[in-house]
């Protein structure tokens, strides 16, 4: 069951489109993030699906029924999700007005609505907030604010746009925390915004990617890790060592180098070999490996908590992640020769 | 030199003991601009609310042209206000010429574009994300409005009395549709401008230190008002 679709969405403004022609499927339940760079639509789409702004053509259904473009009935579905914006504004009052809000516009009783802002600034960690100033919460504090302000009204479909950008790592890991842990809690349906992949693979199940007002990839979270549909989203993911290839059979020319793959595939493709899966070893070894090269090292630079090799394979560069031990352990440097392996079935092929 | 400080005497003397002639032309000059504002208030800041939420053609045009009107001439409106209720004009019939209700027009009139252009601004200055985070929440348009209305609350009763204030001080409209008639449309502005050609020298100061003083009250009712809505 669909709680929200989106159906051939367009969006023109100021004659350059914004949204062309985008469709996608919420599933009732899911945690469903919408990712892509900067600038791609991903507001302007959340907005459209909030019914806060109207597209110059295509549908949105919620649990299968088409929304109008304007009227009553349309306040009604609208009053069922609840939007967080990527930079929350606060009305003039305190956190408990702020919350209570949403509440006291539709009806309902003092009590209840003391009882509901107390459970809620509870769920997001602000118990005792209730009567301070809006106004002098910290950043992480008003997101959180928000984020009780668009929960206290228990909607079906809570959308939240980019709700942890320009906070600090920390606060950002532990305000992800919360949502996916309140996701798990409840049975709301989120959809979440975000450019950061990593942040969408912490708490999503499902999501899309999308570039420039296009969807470039929808399906399960593993689905879009795993099996990036083209180069924009292989490097979307944080996939590395992409390379452009003709494809015959369960072999891959990468200009003059032949890599085994274990995909069937054929004509032009990309293919991608993780850091990681790359091996190297000063002397030839005997490996099962079906990938395996002479290369010169032409650069080593830490990464992290481990070192990116840079490898030279008969003009084609290859990095391999090597941890500080296994370095050590190589005695490599730029201008050493290595025997580079990698197995067949690592590579991805798209 | 020592007949204005004579005169000076008389005056803060006739202020300080409650001199009635003084006084009535306090108060009515008050209430004729408080009237005003009242309506005006009534009129405008709706319609600043309706420009500022209409999504219409040529919204900037007209808010262009609001803002341009903040510093029309007195006397011009004066001048369509005595065109409009004098015997021959659309509004004769009423007798309003020479009324306290013709000021109270013309002051409606002059600070209608004040009220509604600064309505404009005070919404304005609230931000988009106000009104998206209302509707976000569930609100309806007529909701949004309100909320929005109340949020910008201070910077719109500043609007008001900048109204308040131009109403109270202007002299064209007062003196050309009110006639300056002793006891009925005797006005601060419209009693010294003649009461000084008439060597009425002392009411005059007096009447000037009372109008001043209410300057300055708005003014200072403004600065409060503004640094709430800050």
């Known amino acids: 069951m669909m709680i929200l679709s989106l159906k051939n969405i367009h969006l023109t403004r100021e004659r350059s489109s914004i949204l062309a022609g985008v469709s996608l499927d919420v599933e009732l339940g899911s945690f469903f993030v919408l990712m892509g760079p900067t600038g791609c639509g991903k507001t302007t789409l959340l907005r ?181 549909r083209n180069r924009f989203m292989a490097s979307f993911t944080g996939m590395r060592n992409i390379l452009p290839a003709e494809f015959c059979a369960s072999e891959a020319l990468v200009r003059d180098l032949s890599i085994r793959h274990t995909e069937e595939k054929s004509g032009h493709g990309f293919l991608a070999v993780p850091p990681e899966v790359i091996v190297i070893s000063t002397a030839p070894t005997v490996t099962s490996e079906r990938n395996r090269f002479i290369g010169i090292v032409r650069s080593i630079t830490r990464n992290g908590t481990t070192w990116d090799v840079e490898l030279d394979i ?10 500080t031990g296994a370095l050590d352990e190589l005695g490599v440097s730029p201008g050493s020769q290595v ?9 991805h092929v798209f | ?88 004009g659309p509004m004769g019939s009423m007798g309003l010429l020479f009324t306290p209700w013709a000021i109270i027009l013309g002051e409606i009139a002059l600070i209608a574009p004040i009220i509604t252009g600064l309505t404009i601004s005070a919404l304005q200055s609230t931000g988009q994300g106000l009104a998206d985070t209302a509707a976000a929440l569930g609100a309806s348009r007529g909701r949004i409005i309100l909320k929005v209305l109340s949020e910008a609350r201070y910077a719109v009763l500043t609007s008001l009395l900048m109204g308040f204030g131009r109403a109270v001080s202007e002299v064209g409209i007062a003196i050309m549709v009110g006639g300056n008639i002793s006891g009925y449309t005797r006005t601060l502005t419209t009693a010294i401008a ?35 809505a800050g």
């Open chain 2, 1 to 88: 030199m020592s007949q204005l400080t004579e005169a000076f005497g008389i005056a803060i003397r006739m202020i300080f003991s409650g001199d009635p002639v003084v006084y009535s032309i306090a108060l009515r000059t008050l209430l004729i601009a408080s009237v005003a504002t009242l309506f005006a208030s009534m009129l405008f800041v709706p319609l600043g609310c309706l420009i500022y939420f209409g999504r219409f053609r040529g919204r900037r045009l007209v808010v262009a042209f609001i803002q341009t009107m903040y510093s029309v001439p007195t006397v011009f409106v004066g001048m369509l206000v005595f065109l409009l209720v004098s015997r021959s």
């Open chain 1, 48 to 228: 459209i699906a909030g019914l806060l702004d109207v597209p110059d053509s295509g549908e949105v259904l919620f649990r299968g029924a088409s929304v109008p473009r304007k009227g009553r009935e349309r306040l009604g579905v609208r009053r069922k999700m609840a939007t967080m914006f990527q930079d929350p504004v606060m009305f003039k009052g305190t956190v408990f007005s702020n919350i209570a809000w949403g509440l006291r516009i539709r009806g309902c009783s003092q009590r209840e609505t003391a009882l509901r802002v107390g459970e809620v600034l509870e769920l997001v960690g602000l118990e005792g907030f209730e009567e301070r100033d809006a106004s002098t919460l910290s950043g992480g504090e008003t997101r959180r604010t928000a984020l009780a302000r668009a929960l206290v009204l228990d909607p079906e479909l809570l959308i939240l746009d980019e709700p942890t950008t320009s906070l600090h790592q920390s606060f950002k890991r532990e305000l992800l925390g919360r949502i996916k842990e309140i996701h798990d809690r409840t049975d709301m349906t989120f959809l979440m915004a975000t450019h950061d992949f990593t942040d969408a693979l912490a708490v999503g199940d499902t999501g899309a990617v999308m570039r420039d007002g296009n969807i470039e990839q929808s399906g399960s979270m593993d689905k879009i890790l795993f099996s990036p």
């Open chain 1, 314 to 323: 008969s003009g084609i560069l290859l990095t391999a992640a090597v941890t």
């Open chain 1, 339 to 347: 025997h580079v392996s990698f197995k067949a079935s690592a590579v």
């Open chain 2, 194 to 228: 003649l009461g000084v050609g008439k060597g009425e020298t002392a009411a005059s100061i007096a009447l000037g230190l009372i109008l001043l003083s209410l300057a300055m009250l708005v003014s200072i009712a403004v600065n409060l008002m503004q640094n709430r």
